[in-house]
């Protein structure tokens, strides 16, 4: 009998081990090949890899691969858990070291190419679906079916290296002191939560003093810059650990104490929690972490994806924005407001004429007040010696210096307003001054054309038939339209939201796939221990409410933590986060529990009837 055939043979017998190990492992690459089937469609092969969508794209990406190698390793480490008895009784037939080293990383890489072949295969299947969808949510006409070839070379080269670093790495684990613990797997026992006090409340107060820094004292952490960013999610993971490890500790102590812990078969629950206690914890906080990820980037991706329309209104204020170079041809600026007419004649549009003068060198430029409250459609009044500044950027701090300025500098400013006037980035600032200053001032002059549109965010075609016929050229004109942009940051934001919504159901899957294969590693040892408990006369309804609440406690206290956490989030940034986002917060949360819901009434059945199988 060849070595192979023993590795073969040893995976057959205990099949239903492999299975669950091979279909997590085969989840996480159909996952993973989806993902790249989206990055490298050939729609996309125009994207800038710089831009918002393209860095969007190649973090999901990485995002997913990483959640791959933890996950995977997560298995591995489980499924090595779950056959030491196995493993225990190769080492007392005379098997070496290094034997059951090699026949693990053997039948960890085998179980790793077949899930990669699978995977691959049931991705191929998956993929035309998978792109109709993508079309729907990104409104692509072209996001079309083709042949990943590079998706699928990525995808097995990625994969095979990490099951071969993963199966080299996890056998350094298995040494001759854990071989001891292999052939008492049966009798050991684990062990308890200590007390941890002092690093429970050291934990919390640097949490919260990193926490009020990144508030309050920006020039720290602007000084430290990603070193701050990585203690401060240092401190939080470990701040979490504490907070469910010693408050899983306490509350049993008070729970044995309580007229309660008597009752029922609550003496019963509170032995097995106390029994699993430090497998328990780490279970919670490890689903509480991917909850807290998926309810955060839920919020942001999809609250973001609601104020696509104020963004671009802030950005670019008006339906179409025509500025004429003052070195710009005369007949081509006639022909391209001619062409602008002809193609708005149909549609409800105000009008507007105004120019303005610019410093080139500053880009600073001068607005006379008449063309600004035409523009603005306001009453503003300046006397001869004032001025208004107002923003050329979005989030640019205003210049309100006029010391220096050759036409203003003895004036007195009235008011800054921070809303950029016209495209933001134009301009640095405008100084609006009254008419006769205008007219004083010796600089080259932009004629500007502005047309906004009744319900403008219904004309993206009509925008993106303007736009492409008449583009913006540096030196002669200057083309921007809101509706172009919005059309643009909306496909943006629908990729965004599309990711959010897969990487929201990945994390939230492998939540539940971790959690129910944690109980499949122990199911064996909990199957014997009922046994013996029945025999004393627990009858099946009583055994179901001891395991109804053990898998509760399970699944709701880490996503009531993770609920926590998000609450404190929105709560500490409630000055800097829309209503939408709020909102959009709220809803997710809600949708995620009755995911949450289903899911452990689908595990709590499932459970129990393997367990009293």
């Known amino acids: 009998m060849s070595f192979n055939h023993i590795v073969l043979q040893n995976i057959l017998r205990d099949k239903w081990t492999y299975v669950s190990y091979f279909l997590s492992s085969m989840f996480s690459i159909i996952i993973f090949f989806l993902f790249s089937v989206i990055v490298f469609h050939p729609s996309l092969k125009s994207l800038d890899p710089d831009s918002t969508l393209g860095i969007s794209l190649m973090l999901a990406s990485m995002l997913v691969y990483l959640f791959s190698f933890i996950y995977i390793t997560y ?17 007392i037939t005379g098997a070496s070291m290094k034997q059951i080293r090699k026949l693990v990383f053997r039948e960890n890489l085998l179980i790793g190419i077949l899930a990669i072949l699978f995977a691959i295969v049931l991705g191929l299947v998956i993929t035309p679906l998978f792109l109709m969808g993508a079309k729907v949510v990104l409104k692509a006409e072209t996001f079309g079916m083709y042949m ?69 004292e920006h020039a720290i952490v602007d000084t430290l810059g990603i070193l701050y960013y990585l203690l401060f999610f240092t401190s939080i993971l470990c701040t979490i650990h504490l907070v469910i490890a010693q408050g899983l500790r306490l509350f049993l102590k008070i729970f044995e104490r309580s007229p309660a812990y008597l009752r029922k078969t ?71 407001l001619d062409y602008l007419e002809n193609n708005l004649s149909s549609v409800r549009a105000q009008k507007f004429f105004i120019e303005f003068k610019s410093n080139e060198d500053q880009r600073i430029g001068y607005m006379a007040l008449s063309d600004y409250n035409l523009l603005q459609q306001q009453e503003n009044v300046l006397h001869q010696n004032e001025f208004i500044a107002v923003a050329g950027s979005r989030g640019v701090a205003t210049i309100t210096d006029n010391a220096s300025d050759p036409y203003i500098k003895s004036f007195k400013l009235t008011k800054t307003i921070e809303q950029n006037l016209l495209s933001t980035g134009f301009q640095h600032s405008y100084f609006i001054v009254p008419d006769s200053i205008y007219q004083a001032i010796d600089y080259p002059v932009y004629k500007t054309y502005i047309y906004e549109l009744d319900n403008w965010a219904a004309h993206i075609e009509l925008a993106n038939i303007i736009t492409k016929s008449i583009p913006s050229l540096p030196g002669e004109r200057y083309v921007t339209s809101k509706i172009d942009l919005y059309d643009t940051e909306m496909f943006i934001k629908s990729v965004m939201f599309f990711i959010g919504s897969m990487l929201s159901l990945i994390f939230l899957s492998a939540a539940m796939s971790i959690l129910y294969f944690y109980l499949q590693t122990t199911l ?90």
């Not at 995808?155 to 040494?175: D, P």
């Not at 854990?178 to 050291?202: C, G, N, R």
């Not at 179901?544 to 956490?565: D, H, S």
């Open 75 to 91: 298995s591995i480490m489980a499924f090595l858990r779950k056959k030491t008895k196995t493993l225990g009784i190769f080492m």
């Open 148 to 216: 990943p070839l590079q998706a699928i070379g990525l995808t097995i080269g990625l994969f095979l290296i990490l099951f071969v670093v993963i199966s080299t790495v996890i056998t350094r684990f298995i040494n001759k002191e854990a071989s001891i613990q292999l052939l008492k797997s049966d009798t050991i026992i684990e062990k308890s939560i200590k007390p941890h006090y002092v690093l429970f409340i050291l934990s919390i107060m640097i949490t919260g003093i990193l926490a009020y820094f990144l508030k309050t």
């Open 266 to 336: 609550n003496m019963l629950l509170a032995s097995n929690l106390n029994a699993k206690m430090k497998s328990h914890a780490n279970m919670l906080f490890l689903v509480t972490i991917l909850l807290s990820g998926v309810f955060l980037c839920t919020s942001i991706l999809f609250s973001s994806y609601y104020n696509v329309k104020k963004d671009s209104e802030e950005n670019y204020p008006y339906s179409f924005q025509y500025i004429a170079d003052p070195k710009a041809d005369d007949n081509m600026v006639k022909a391209d």
């Open 524 to 613: 064996l040892q909990e199957k014997e221990k009922y046994i013996g408990i029945r025999k004393l006369g627990l009858s099946k309804k009583e055994l179901a409410t001891v395991i109804a609440k053990e898998l509760a406690i399970l699944i709701f206290v880490p996503f009531t933590i993770a609920i926590m956490l998000l609450l404190t989030t929105l709560l500490s940034m409630r000055t800097m986060v829309s209503t939408a986002f709020l909102q959009v917060s709220m809803a997710s949360s809600c949708c995620f529990f009755v995911l949450f819901l289903i899911s452990y009434l689908f595990i709590r059945k499932s459970y129990f009837k393997r367990l009293v199988s």
